[in-house]
């Protein structure tokens, strides 16, 4: 690259809206409705979902806590990945664990956590997969299966199931913080 110095490169990152709450909380509609809107401004933007990323990257995993602690790691390396092309990641994911989270932080340079917090029987109504039905011993993040609940958030949204998910969108896109320079 001959005329251009080293001070004159510029090195973009990508942003990471991580979305991040239990089954039926609302994660995949609102993340993808904010990816709409972001890609509309920025057409380098992506969407992954937890469940296509189970399976996409490892169908055979479990559910054990080890298991799913595996898959939780290896969604943020990919999230960190993809940030550092320049390319804006908008993910749901469970994300149960605060090592995971705490490691975004971390690790990627431009990280906004969203937690849609949603009570149980919200979450119960708008159970499409059937999950809280499960009875004993489901396996259900948040029942069965102990939630490390973020504690600090970018951004926090409490869903009594008043707001429809456009409106939920909207008031994560008007509180994203002032280092995401949208």
Known sequence: MTGVSKD?????????FWITGLCASGKTTVA?????????LH???ILLDGDELRQVI????????????????QYSRLCRLISNQGIHVVISTISMFTECRRWNRTNIEQYCE???KVPLDIRIKRD??????GGPGSQVVGVDIEFEEPLNPDILVLDNG???????????WNRVPPKIKL
């Open 8 to 16: 004159e490169i510029v090195d973009p990152k990508g942003w990471v």
């Open 32 to 40: 993808t409705l904010l990816f709409n809107r972001l890609r509309d």
């Open 43 to 45: 057409p380098n933007s």
């Open 58 to 73: 490892n169908p055979e995993s479990g559910f054990s806590g080890e298991d799913r602690l595996r898959l939780a790691r």
């Open 114 to 116: 969203v937690y849609l």
């Open 128 to 133: 499409k997969k059937g999950l809280y039905q």
């Open 162 to 172: 008043s707001m429809n998910p456009t409106q939920v969108a909207d008031e994560i």
